[in-house]
Structure formats: structure tokens, C-alpha cells
């Protein structure tokens, strides 16, 4: 079975802080996705890596980073969390030409 | 880019019922079109996949169609059980060729005991 882990169940930040979120995979995936998840607005991309230190920006690139520097780890970053940033972030992995495997989440609250 | 729409947003049936869930996509390159389920406070897991070059797919309870001259397809649960209550989307991709996969809203079923 495919896992997909995320650092963070639940994270609480303040505004203005830098945030690292986490992800692995464990099925040496080429791809890795990061999107966040709003009520009526589905998964939105933000970033995704077709391979290591590549990246492509989504569509919801502002006020985010990226970095994957081995091949199962995918980070996002949040340079100056906002509050417009609190969102359920999830990650999600695949191997060209299946399909999309997701983490559990993140539900990140900026205060 | 790809669009996709779906509906309906929310969907209540009887315990035992069907439901239908319906999306339509706007790139005639999409080949890939997976459905996931989310259940509360986890990710969106893989229920059924169909790929272009077929037409229907089934798997127990659930099947998908696809009508690539339409571009659209669907989500059809049979005899729906209390634990298929949950949110449900649609994506379509390009396959081997692309990396993107664009989702649907997503649609909340309810079934009621």
C-alpha cells in the first residue's frame, strides 16, 4: 500500500511566522503535489515536482514555496503566514501514469 | 486549462438507494478520470478510475462511466450503505502526459438510515 504521511495533523501559527509543512512518500513516486482544501472551492494546486529540485507552479502559487531535495520529500513553505492561509492542506504523490495517493492533512489555523 | 464542473454540490438518499453524481470536463486531450471519497479529517482517498479508451467500469457497488463525445461522466453507488456518507470528487489528467489533475467541488452524500 501506498503512504503518504504528513508532518501535522493540526498546526496553529501566528501571523507573519515562517511554516514548514512536511510530506513523504514511501513508493518512490516521480510526482509530488501540494493543494489546499476550501469549503466550496475544492483542492486547489499549489505547487507540484515532477522530480527532484524541479517544481511547477499550481494555481495558487502566492505566498508559497517549495523545496524537494530527495525524491520522497516534498516541503511546503509559508514564508509570512497570513490569515488567508488557514486552510486543510493536503499532499499527494504519484507514479506517472497512475493515480493521485493523498496524506491525511493538515489543518492549519493562522492566528 | 482543464475544467471540470460537478453536481450535485450535496446529496441525500435513503439507505439502499443510488446515488449519481455527475462532472464534465472541458479538454478533449483528458484521458484519466478518477473518483475519489474524503470521509471526515482524512485525505481523499481512490475509489474507481476510468481511462478513455473504455466506457463503463465497475467495481461491486460502485461504476463509472464516461462519455468522451460529451465530455462527461459519472459516479453511480447501488444499494448505498450509512458509510458511504462522505465527499466525494471527480478529476480528470492527462495521463501520461500530464502532471496536473484538476478537480471537481466535490459533492457531500449523505445516506440516511
Known amino acids: 500500500d501506498v503512504k503518504v504521511t504528513q508532518s501535522s495533523r493540526y498546526l496553529v501559527k501566528r501571523t507573519g511566522e515562517k511554516v514548514f509543512l512536511e510530506c513523504v512518500q514511501d513508493?518512490?513516486?516521480?510526482?509530488m503535489f501540494w493543494y489546499r482544501q476550501d469549503p466550496g472551492l475544492g483542492l486547489r494546486l499549489i505547487y507540484f515536482?515532477?522530480?527532484?529540485?524541479?517544481?511547477e507552479k499550481g494555481d495558487i502559487p502566492e505566498g508559497y514555496s517549495v523545496s524537494r531535495e530527495k525524491k520522497e520529500r516534498f516541503s511546503l513553505i509559508l514564508e509570512s503566514a497570513s490569515t488567508n492561509q488557514t486552510s486543510m492542506y493536503l499532499c499527494?504523490?504519484?507514479?506517472?501514469?497512475?493515480?493521485?495517493?493523498f496524506g491525511p492533512g493538515t489543518r492549519l489555523l493562522v492566528l | 486549462g482543464e475544467n471540470v464542473e460537478q453536481h450535485p454540490s450535496t446529496l441525500s438518499v435513503q439507505e439502499g438507494d443510488s446515488a449519481v453524481i455527475k462532472c464534465t470536463y472541458s479538454?478533449?486531450?483528458?484521458?484519466?478520470f478518477p473518483w475519489y471519497k474524503q470521509e471526515l479529517g482524512k485525505g481523499p482517498q481512490l475509489i474507481i478510475d476510468i481511462r478513455s479508451n473504455v466506457g463503463e467500469k465497475k467495481d461491486q457497488r460502485i461504476a463509472v462511466t464516461l462519455n468522451k463525445t460529451a465530455k462527461h461522466f459519472s459516479l453511480h453507488i447501488t444499494e448505498t450503505q450509512p458509510e458511504d456518507s462522505a465527499v466525494y470528487f471527480c478529476a480528470a489528467s492527462r495521463g501520461n502526459t500530464g502532471n496536473q489533475f484538476y478537480f471537481g467541488t466535490g459533492t457531500s452524500l449523505t445516506v440516511i438510515p
Open positions: 499527494a504523490s504519484r507514479r506517472i501514469p497512475g493515480t493521485q495517493y
Open positions: 479538454d478533449s486531450a483528458s484521458n484519466y
Open positions: 515536482s515532477y522530480d527532484v529540485k524541479m517544481k
Open positions: 513508493m518512490d513516486h516521480e510526482n
